[in-house]
């Protein structure tokens, strides 16, 4: 008997296990294990849309049990301990033995890395807090909204970008933004990590009168003074205030002496094997790759370990290689969109925005279920 | 090339989102005062953009040194 257990039910761990899953269909002594906390599979990206009034908080859950193929056995509980040496992990007190080892256990959010940043900051990075900003957004009238990125690394980059243009755009569809200046601060020297796009970001800034301060990087919030201060004394004042809070990997990483000191696994960027445990791999948001933290980046590594595991149960020596595919779709607001597609070795191309680009964002939701169910390319 | 023990090297070739930059913001933030960081970078920006991001933090550029198809910058922090 071989088995294969994977630890982290989000967007990675899903699809892989339901690759494999079609993949060893027939083969008998093998099994799959999931480890999934959650009874629902929330997709992510509507949070951004929700926070802004721009969804419906029940388009974005899923069974996490209807999702996953029948082969794969779900144990709808929390991996506590990982023991790399003797291939096991610990649930809740009881030993599950791995043969191969899959982390899929994703970002967690830690605000507390930011002096001052917890409890007068709003987000939509998880569920509650998305819609208690989506609530003080509706009263909000009149003032100063502080938009970006309290620290790095933070999954989906464009996100802060996005959620600033779509604020724009629906504060003017209520007649509302003469009244709410909105300032954004990022910690480079531009307003987005790929270069080539930022002149078209740039100009959707200039034009719609969205301020910015680049190079700004947060040490504090001054919840009295209503200030976002910088590393290098720079201020920004507030009165709502979203920056993305600060991202930490899984503590069980670290304690497994996997992590890096983010409580990021270290795997070899082609294969995603762990650098010293060629049984475990990492996938999505877990990993320190240089790659986003993106949906669309598990979505893809899956394929590779799912070839590459079911490959090795099956004796057949035939590797594949992750080279660094992403997918970015980035709403402008207008309904337009940009979707941009790189690798390691090609930079980002994709860059006209179009209403083409934002309704395949708006309805990618469905496609997202439909292909993690049935483990689609 | 300075002969500093280094603690980490970053590997960031071939990353176009988050990109060399925010690699190596991520990692001096991480690090210990007196760890000495070498960036890989294989975008040609990063030889401007990360020296004025280490002068803006007042961290220490140790250098910048061509390999072969890439930049190794080094960083050491010291505040
Ligand atoms: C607002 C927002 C917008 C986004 N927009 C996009 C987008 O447009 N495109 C895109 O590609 N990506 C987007 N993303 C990012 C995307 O959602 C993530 O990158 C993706 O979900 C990563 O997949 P993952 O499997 O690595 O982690 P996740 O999907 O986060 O899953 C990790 C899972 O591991 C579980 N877990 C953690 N610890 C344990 C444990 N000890 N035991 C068992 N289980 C555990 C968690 O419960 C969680 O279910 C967005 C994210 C946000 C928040």
């Known amino acids: ?377 | 090339m300075s002969d500093e023990k280094v603690t980490k090297v970053i590997d960031a070739r071939g990353s176009y989102c988050p990109g060399p930059l925010m690699k190596l913001i991520e990692n001096v933030r991480l690090a210990k005062v007196g760890d000495v960081l070498d960036l890989l970078s294989s975008d040609s920006g990063t030889k401007k953009d990360a020296p004025n991001w280490i002068k803006k933090t007042g961290q220490e550029l140790i250098g910048i040194y061509d390999e072969e198809g890439y930049t190794r910058i080094r960083i050491k922090k010291i505040k």
Not at chain 1, 203 to 227: C, G, L, M, Q, S
Not at chain 1, 272 to 277: C, T, V
């Open chain 1, 1 to 377: 008997m071989k088995n294969i257990v994977i630890i982290g039910g989000g967007t990675g761990g899903t699809v892989v296990a339901n690759r494999l899953a079609n993949r060893l269909y027939d083969q008998k002594d093998i099994s799959i294990t999931l480890f999934a906390p959650e009874k629902n599979h929330i997709y992510q990206p509507d949070l951004l849309f929700l926070s802004l009034d721009l969804s419906d908080p029940r388009r974005m859950f899923r069974d996490e049990q209807k999702l996953l193929n029948k082969k794969v056995n779900l144990i709808q509980q929390p991996v506590d301990a990982i023991n790399v040496d003797n291939k096991f992990v610990i649930s809740k007190g009881k030993k599950y033995a791995y043969d191969y080892l899959v982390i899929a256990t994703g970002a967690r959010l830690v605000p507390d890395l930011i002096p001052g940043l917890a409890g007068n900051n709003n987000h939509f990075y998880d569920y509650s807090s998305a819609m208690q900003l989506r609530d003080k957004l509706r009263g909000f009238k009149k003032g100063v909204i502080v938009t970006g990125v309290a620290d790095v690394p933070y999954k989906c980059p464009p996100a802060p970008l996005e959620f600033t243009l779509l604020l724009d755009y629906k504060l003017r569809k209520y007649g509302l933004r003469s009244s709410v200046d909105l300032t954004y601060i990022y910690p480079i020297n531009s307003i987005f990590t790929i270069q080539n796009v930022v002149p078209i970001l740039q100009k959707e800034y200039d034009t719609r009168n969205i301020a910015y301060k680049t190079f700004f990087i947060v040490d504090h919030v001054d919840p009295e003074k209503h200030e976002v201060v910088a590393m290098d004394g720079e201020t920004v004042k507030y009165d709502l205030l979203v920056l993305i809070p600060p991202h930490r990997g899984q503590q069980i990483i670290s304690d497994a002496g996997i992590g890096d000191e983010g409580g990021w696994m270290s795997v070899d960027k082609y294969t995603l094997q762990e650098k010293n445990h060629e049984e475990i791999y990492g996938i999505g948001d877990a990993t320190n790759l240089p790659v986003s933290k993106a949906g669309s980046v598990a979505h893809f590594q899956s394929g590779v370990i799912a070839n590459n595991i079911s490959n090795s149960v099956l004796g057949i020596d035939e590797k594949i290689n992750y080279d660094g595919s992403t997918m970015c779709m980035t709403e402008i607001g207008y309904d337009k969109g940009l979707i941009l597609l790189f690798d390691y070795s090609h930079p980002p191309y994709g860059l006209i925005p179009s209403r083409l680009n934002h309704l395949a964002k708006v309805f990618y939701l469905d496609y997202y279920f439909a292909n993690m169910m049935y483990g689609l390319p």
